[in-house]
């Protein structure tokens, strides 16, 4: 249960940064994207009961890649900075700013993302499945946009499952299983 909340929590955070602008979607997108997986590869093969001391294991690791872009942005803040204006005026407005394209919408597709994040992510964990990372993003990709591009989006995947499964199977099935064709793919 808190994998799910989690996950439909952090899907409207994303869905969130874009009310600040449309130019902010890739950002939202993207945090949640690394994030979802993250907690479903370094959870896989785990035990329940050593879950949270896996997720201490691995902060250390999580906090030392956030250290390059904290860096390199409060570099790039620190060189926008008016000589008029003083260093915590400077970096309080962070959060003010608003020339990051139309604000867009955003209590609808909240809703939307988090019942769609949220049922894919019960039913991975009520069903177990492997790999569930790629329901979870597909849910939440679907339903991100309009409703007329959320259904183009459905049926492109439907026809991909249906069309694509197989003839990749089918594919996979033609080549060679030997070790100079794998290593000819890698």
Not at 35 to 41: G, K, N
Not at 64 to 69: K, N
Not at 71 to 94: F, G, Q
Request: charged residues 15%; glycine residues 6%; aromatic residues 10%.
């Amino acid at each position: 249960p808190l994998f799910v909340v989690a996950t439909a929590l952090m899907a409207m955070g994303s869905i969130l940064v874009t009310a600040r602008g449309s130019e902010l979607r890739s950002l939202g997108s993207y945090t949640f994207i690394p994030v979802l997986y993250l907690a479903c590869e370094s959870a896989e093969g785990v035990r329940q009961s050593a879950l949270i001391h896996r997720g201490f294991e691995l902060l250390p690791f999580v906090l030392t890649a956030f250290l390059p872009v904290l860096l390199i942005s409060s570099i790039n803040h620190y060189r926008e900075r008016r000589p008029e204006v003083s260093y915590l005026a400077h970096y309080a407005k962070w959060s003010k700013r608003s020339e990051r394209g139309d604000r867009v919408p955003y209590v609808e597709a909240m809703i939307a993302i988090a019942l769609a994040v949220g049922l894919a992510a019960a039913l991975v964990e009520w069903r177990h499945i492997e790999r569930g990372q790629w329901m979870i993003w597909s849910a939440a990709s679907v339903v991100t946009g309009s409703a007329a591009s959320a259904r183009v989006k459905f049926r492109n995947r439907i026809a991909g499952a249906i069309v694509g499964v197989p003839a990749g199977i089918f594919v996979g099935l033609l080549v060679p299983h030997d070790y100079f064709v794998r290593d000819l793919v890698i």
